[in-house]
């Protein structure tokens, strides 16, 4: 599967955005897919975890409340709702396809992954 993420930009503080992120290939379904971030000097980190049927989901602490993730199987499309963005949420925002049923947490089971989406909060 190919991924490819989109909606990143620049956003003031309290404010939202809505990624995107669009897989090729006729099988999208029988993956669990996850967001990740990575800002500078920092390690990569998952953000959020869906299901694939997008039933179960799981968030980091940090965005809990905040952001929201969600699927379209017919389109090929997972997304990420941002809220309440914060100066700390700037990073580039990958988004990654794993073979687990569920929404895994675990890096190194996500197999395919997008080329990032530059997210920008500004104070």
């Known amino acids: 599967v190919q991924l490819q993420a989109c909606g990143g930009g620049l956003v003031q503080a309290a404010g939202s955005l809505r990624l995107s992120c669009a897989a090729s290939?006729?099988?999208?379904?029988?993956?669990?897919m996850g967001w990740f971030r990575q800002a500078p000097g920092k390690e990569r980190e998952l953000v959020a975890a869906?299901?694939?049927?997008?039933?179960?989901?799981y968030y980091a602490d940090s965005v809990k409340g905040r952001f929201s993730i969600s699927r379209d199987n017919a389109k090929n499309t997972v997304y990420l709702q941002m809220n309440s963005l914060k100066p700390e949420d700037t990073a580039v925002y990958l988004c990654?396809?794993?073979?687990?049923?569920?929404?895994?947490?675990?890096?190194?089971?996500?197999?395919?992954w997008g080329q990032g989406t530059l997210v920008t909060v500004s104070s």
């Open positions: 990654a396809a794993g073979s687990s049923w569920g929404p895994s947490v675990t890096q190194s089971e996500y197999n395919a």
């Open positions: 290939g006729p099988t999208f379904s029988y993956y669990a």
């Open positions: 869906i299901s694939r049927s997008g039933g179960l989901t």
